[in-house]
């Protein structure tokens, strides 16, 4: 899949961007854009959509990080950065921006598909990562509502917890519902009634 990626160079070097970009060629990469300049660039990354974005800087700037950082959020593609000089704030600054790869002093033409691919690898990584949190978390406050929708039916018709739980399964089966749903009206009703 990388081979046919739209990758999108943001760089305002000339000669640093055509690194790149014979890099990416020589490593097969055929759809390659540029853009020459950082301002905007949320919406101009919008407009062309890439799945892989190649941003080169002398110094990354809090303005282009923060740019960065909305971009990752919305956009959600593998970054990889390349920079001529670093330190700790800016490294930590970039990862937390969304940045999957971040190169110091490393832009060699031989480097950037091993880069490129390693950016790809550790995005789908963190990506995955990040969806098994959230069903995690979403099990979990599903779970929670099952749990207060028992006790407000153990407390209203004076049923074990087992016993709540059954009448709350086959209402869900019978109304062709998951069972958090139902949990949810039965809290939302109750919440209603006070």
């Not at 809090?62 to 800016?90: H, K, N, Y």
């Not at 930590?92 to 832009?107: E, I, K, N, T």
Request: with cysteine; glycine share 4%; proline share 2%.
């Amino acid at each position: 899949m990388i081979d046919q990626a739209s990758i999108l160079i943001i760089d305002e070097n000339h000669v640093r961007a055509a690194i790149i970009q014979d890099g990416l060629r020589e490593a097969g990469h055929a759809n390659v854009r540029w853009l020459n300049e950082t301002t905007n660039l949320l919406k101009r990354i919008a407009d062309i959509d890439p799945d892989v974005i190649i941003i080169d800087l002398e110094s990354p700037n809090r303005d282009v990080l923060e740019q960065m950082f909305q971009v990752s959020r919305l956009v959600r593609r593998p970054i990889a950065m390349f920079v001529d000089q670093s330190d700790s704030a800016s490294i930590r600054d970039a990862m937390m921006a969304g940045v999957s790869a971040y190169v110091v002093d490393g832009l060699r033409k031989d480097r950037v598909k091993h880069i490129l691919d390693m950016c790809v690898q550790r995005f789908d990584v963190f990506s995955r990562l990040q969806e098994e949190l959230h069903e995690a978390r979403t099990a979990l406050a599903d779970r929670k509502v099952i749990e207060r929708a028992k006790g407000i039916l153990m407390a209203a018709k004076s049923l074990g917890e087992q016993e709540a739980y059954v009448l709350m399964r086959k209402a869900a089966m019978d109304q062709k519902k998951r069972l958090v749903e139902i949990a949810r009206a039965i809290v939302m009703a109750q919440d209603m009634l006070k």
